[in-house]
DNA sequence: CGGTTCTTTGAGAGATATCAACCAAGGTGG
DNA sequence: CCACCTTGGTTGATATCTCTCAAAGAACCG
C-alpha cells in the first residue's frame, strides 16, 4: 500500500474525528438509525488522516488493502484503464463515501482511486472495521447498504453509457452530481461547486474531450445548464432531467427534489 | 409483489431445499467458509419456490420488496427501461445468484428481473434472511461479499460498454459469462450453453442489433468463436480474452483458468 | 402449411472519434 | 513586469463507427 506524506496539522486526531462524525456518520444515518452508543464508537474508530495533492493517484486497482479510506474533503475519482490506454471513470466519490469499501471484504481494490481535487482522506483499519461491525450489526448493516447504494449507482451507470447519447449522459451525470451535492449540503439553488475538467467528463460518459467540447456547448444554447471554472448551474431542472431521463431513485437519498 | 403460478411438484420444498443448498451455499462458500450448522441453517431457510416461464418479467424496477430470489435453475437478465423504449440489460443473474439482493436493504427493486430462459426460483423472505444474518454473522459476510462482486461485475460493464467498442465488448461478455458458467460447472472445454439472443446481446451491450450481428461474423471470421443455436464455443481463449481486454480479477472466482 | 421469432444482408444516414490547430487563463522564473 | 510554459477550452475538417430502415432468409412451432 501507498504511504503519503501525512499533512501536518496541530492535532491531526482531534480534527480528523469531528470530520470523520461529520461525514461518515452522517451519511450512515441517512440509511439507518444509529443510536448514541454506535455514534460515539464511529467517531472513536482510530483512523489515519491522509491529505492528497489534487491528480494524486490514492490506490491502483489490484492493490492489496488492508484498510480502507473514507471521504472528508474533496472529489475522488474511481476509474480503470483500458488497454488503449486511456481511463474509464466508473464513479466518483464524495465526501462521507468510502469509496474502496469492498476490499473490506475483497481484499483487493479493483479500480484506481485518484484525487481530483486536494482530499482529505481518513484511513481506517479493516480489522478495525470488522471488529466495529461485529459490535455493532447496524453499523455493519449501514455499511452494508452504502455498498448497495454504491452499486445500484454502477449499474445506473451502465445504462448511462450504454444507452443514452452524448448530451443526455452529460445532463444525466450533472443531474446526479447535483443530487449527491445537495444531500450534503453542497449544493444550494441549482449551484454547485463541480471542478470537473471536460477530460474528465469525457471520462466519465465514455466520450471524446471534443465531443463533450461540443455536447456541452449545447446544453448551454437550450439554456438548461451553465459550466463555468468548475461552477454547474442549473437554470432548468426539469429540462435538464428530461434529456438526461433522470430518475433519483437508484441514488437512494432521503428527499431528492426532483420532479420530472 | 407479483405472485407466478407455482409450478406443481411432488414435494415442492424437499426439491427446492436440494437446490437452495447446491446454489446458494456452493455460492456464499466460494466466498467464506461456512460451519456445518451455518449450512444447515442456510438449507432450513423457509423458502417459496417459483417457476418462471422464459420470456416472463420476474418483477419491475420500483416494486415494494418484502422476499428476494435466489436462482436455482436458468439464466435471468437484470435491465432497464430507457425513456426512447429501448431496455438497457446490466447484468445477467445465474444459478445461485440472488439478483435482488440489493432489496434486502433498500426495500426497492432498481431494475427489472426477466426470466431469458424458464427459470425456477426459490423466494426468501427479507425477515428470515435478516434474521439468519443476525444468527450467523458469517453468512451475513459471505452475503455482503457476494453484492459487492455483483457492484464490481457492474462496475467492470460501465468499463466495457463506456471505452470498447463493439468486437471488444462483446468478446469480453463472452469471457465474463463462460467463465461464470465454468465457475458453476456448467462450461466445459470451452463450450458452454448461453442462450442468449442477438438482441440480447445488443441490450447487454449497448449495440443495435444489426451491429451485433456484424460484430459476431467478425469474431467468427477471426476464428476466435462459434456461437449458434445458444450455444458458445471459444476457439481462441487468449485472442478472446486479448479482444475484449478480459482480466476476469473483478469477478472474484477462485480460479479463473485464464492466462491472458 | 402459415405464423412467429431469430438471423442475415444491403444501403444510406447520423453520431462520435480523431487529427491538427489555435485561444485563453494562470503560474513561474528571470 | 514580462516572456514563457502549462493546462484547459474551443474550432474546423475529415474519418470511422454505429444506427436506422427495409427486406429477405432460416429456423422453430403449432
Not at 504511504?3 to 440509511?31: I, N, R, Y
Not at 445532463?171 to 443530487?179: K, P, Q, S
Request: contains cysteine.
Amino acid at each position: 500500500m501507498v504511504v503519503w506524506p501525512g499533512a501536518a496539522h496541530p492535532d491531526p486526531m482531534l480534527f480528523t474525528k469531528a470530520f470523520t462524525s461529520q461525514a461518515l456518520a452522517a451519511k450512515l444515518e441517512s440509511l439507518v438509525d444509529l443510536s448514541t452508543e454506535e455514534r460515539s464508537s464511529l467517531g472513536a474508530l482510530p483512523i489515519r488522516q491522509v491529505d492528497v495533492p489534487a491528480g494524486e493517484l490514492i490506490c491502483r486497482a489490484g492493490d492489496q488493502l488492508s484498510s480502507c479510506f473514507i471521504v472528508l474533503e474533496g472529489f475522488v475519482s474511481l476509474s480503470k484503464e483500458t488497454a488503449a490506454g486511456t481511463r474509464q471513470i466508473t464513479a466518483f466519490a464524495l465526501p462521507g463515501d468510502m469509496p474502496d469499501l469492498l476490499g473490506l471484504h475483497l481484499k483487493v481494490a479493483n479500480h484506481d482511486l485518484a484525487a481530483i481535487t486536494p482530499c482529505r482522506l481518513a484511513s481506517v483499519e479493516h480489522s478495525d472495521l470488522r471488529s466495529l461491525c461485529r459490535t455493532f450489526p447496524a453499523i455493519a448493516e449501514a455499511l452494508w447498504t452504502s455498498t448497495l447504494v454504491a452499486g445500484s449507482v454502477f449499474e445506473e451507470w451502465v445504462v448511462n453509457v450504454g444507452s443514452r447519447k452524448a448530451t443526455s449522459r452529460l445532463a444525466h451525470l450533472f443531474c446526479e452530481m447535483m443530487t449527491r451535492l445537495e444531500a450534503l449540503g453542497l449544493a444550494r439553488n441549482d449551484v454547485c461547486d463541480l471542478p470537473l475538467t471536460q477530460v474528465h467528463l469525457a471520462e466519465a460518459t465514455g466520450l471524446s474531450r471534443i465531443h463533450v467540447n461540443r455536447s456541452l456547448q449545447e446544453l448551454r444554447k437550450q439554456e438548461l445548464i451553465t459550466y463555468t471554472n468548475g461552477r454547474l448551474t442549473i437554470h432548468d431542472r426539469t429540462g435538464l432531467a428530461q434529456m438526461g431521463q433522470f430518475d433519483p431513485d437508484y441514488l437512494h437519498v432521503p428527499r431528492p427534489g426532483w420532479r420530472t
